[in-house]
């Protein structure tokens, strides 16, 4: 056998096809729920190839997100409307358009599972080359580890914001970003974003006219009296209130609007956010009502007295075996119930598990329940991106960074596995790098830290049981949270 170099540029490609079509295979057995035998595998290929198609037998294996049951999910259906295009400049798929209305990740690579999948013509793409994040006019690309690397404008890149006319090079592929500033967002059902390109990140801005910290709010709202701020996130601040009715103490969370919000955005929070009235449970936090009075948008919610489990890791350590899997075991009961009912809480961690007391006894309510989906999409967060809206998103879901707007029930078993990993550790399962972007890399490409390297006294079983929970592929997990839920209890004696 010849040297890669001496290989025709023709049989690179075939075998490049062959490579791929067996990662299929081996693929779809994993699926199938089997094992894969690897020997058989590299039998079908020429030894010159062993490395490569051993690194990419790896990456299914370890690394590879296949959200959404392995099935490969459509791209953005091309138009000329929208406020952004890529477009395909140069390549195998020249003159093939993007485009994106609203907050979305889109994927690309040779995989069958990216949303965008490029031909065996271009043999330096790799399978997952590249994720592209957009809130439009806003854009911004990671390099997910490729072989080749990305460059923009000529430069090469891991991470990179883009703008109108930036040129984005992968393999001998090239993308020219469009912005059409001139779109109108809200003529088109499913946008909810302003379309003025901001000259920085949008950041939300403080609750208004609501503005004394830790004391008695300067205004209030119709039907309640804000007493004092008993918390403060990325969405908005919250107050211990109380309903002027009948006297009862609520939680009146006011959120954050970003710049350029309209009475559309507004409209649509409040009507999403109704719908979560729907969740009765006693481990979900009961919402009451949501309204808006002079500028200022707010929920009303049932009150828990006591603190959140993060803040109890903060101050009191690492919780031990039996209280960290009872706390879990009731918030995964409040997921079933919002998944058996059509809910995803998307953003599962330790801040919103509510620890109250009912009968002396100590109670976990989840908090936000389907919240930030709704602040999203909305529009109420502005043009933020992932990252820029505060805290880590140590929580979150590879495939919830791949596949941003295809959050299925399975992200909520991961956060709730990553959760309970924090509850024990007081660690995060990644070793984190400060910069937000490279997070998100991280998320998708790393290996998770195992947990008894942070504490080996614990339990193998229940080791083996949390990493399962958060396994990087969603088909690695358990079935649902009610099979999560099962697995666990028999930890909380």
């Known amino acids: 056998m010849g040297k890669e170099g001496d290989t025709p540029r023709r049989d690179r490609v075939s075998r490049i096809r062959q490579i791929d079509e067996l990662c ?20 079908e290929v020429d030894e010159v190839d062993h490395p490569a198609f051993r690194h990419a037998l790896a990456r299914i294996d370890t690394e590879y997100a ?10 953005p259906k091309s138009s000329d409307a929208g406020p952004l295009k890529l477009v395909v400049i140069a390549g195998p798929h020249t003159g093939k358009e993007f485009a994106f209305n609203e907050h979305d990740t889109f994927l690309v690579g040779r995989s069958k599972h990216s949303h965008f999948q490029l031909s065996y013509d271009d043999p330096y793409f790799s399978r997952r080359h590249f994720l592209v994040e957009v809130n439009p006019p806003r854009i911004r690309v990671f390099d997910l580890n490729s072989r080749n690397g990305i460059s923009v404008n000529g430069v090469k890149q891991r991470v990179a914001t883009l703008k109108d006319g930036d040129e984005l090079r992968a393999g001998h592929s090239v993308f020219r970003v469009t912005v059409n500033h001139s779109a109108d ?20 801005s403080k609750p208004f006219p609501l503005k004394a910290i830790g004391g008695t709010p300067e205004a209030s709202i119709p039907g309640y009296q804000l007493e004092k701020e008993i918390g403060r996130g990325s969405m908005g601040t919250v107050y211990h209130a109380k309903r002027l009715t009948d006297g009862l103490s609520v939680a009146v969370k006011v959120i954050s609007l970003a710049e350029g919000v309209s009475a559309r955005h507004i409209e649509r929070f409040l ?19 949501s309204g808006q009075s002079a500028g200022v948008v707010y929920l009303a919610m049932e009150l828990v007295d006591g603190p959140d489990a993060s803040r109890v890791v903060k101050q009191g350590g690492a919780m031990d075996v039996p209280t960290a899997v009872r706390l879990m075991l009731q918030a995964l009961e409040g997921l079933a119930h919002a998944h058996a009912k059509g809910f995803v809480h998307r953003d599962v961690k330790p801040a919103n598990l509510l620890l109250g007391r009912e009968d002396g006894r100590r109670v976990v309510k989840l908090a936000d329940f389907g919240l930030s989906r709704c602040y999203e999409a909305s529009g109420l967060s502005g043009r933020t991106l992932h990252g820029e809206v505060g805290g880590t998103p ?5 495939e919830q960074v791949t596949h941003y707007r295809e959050a299925k029930p399975a992200v909520d078993q991961y956060s709730a596995a990553a959760t309970l990993y924090f509850l024990l550790t007081g660690k995060y399962a990644l070793n984190f790098v400060a910069d937000p972007q490279e997070q998100l890399v991280q998320i998708v490409d790393e290996k998770r830290v195992p947990i008894r390297t942070h504490r080996p006294e614990l339990p ?10 958060m396994a990087n ?10 099979a999560f839920r099962e697995a666990l209890k028999p930890f909380s004696m």
Do not use: C, N
């Open 185 to 204: 967002p809200d003529a088109q059902p499913t946008l909810g974003l302003p379309v003025e390109a901001p000259p920085k990140p949008s950041k939300p």
């Open 394 to 398: 140590a929580f979150m879901a590879p």
């Open 66 to 75: 296949k959200s959404a049951g392995g099935m490969k999910m459509p791209p």
């Open 473 to 482: 592929e969603a088909e690695d997990r358990y079935p649902d949270v009610t």
């Open 271 to 289: 009507r999403e956010a109704k719908i979560l009235a729907s969740l009765d449970h006693r481990h979900i936090v009961r919402f009451l009502e």
């Open 460 to 469: 193998e079983e229940l080791a083996e049981v949390i990493h399962k929970g």
């Open 24 to 43: 299929d295979r081996y693929e779809d057995e994993w699926q199938a729920g089997r094992v894969p035998d690897l020997a058989s595998y590299l039998a």
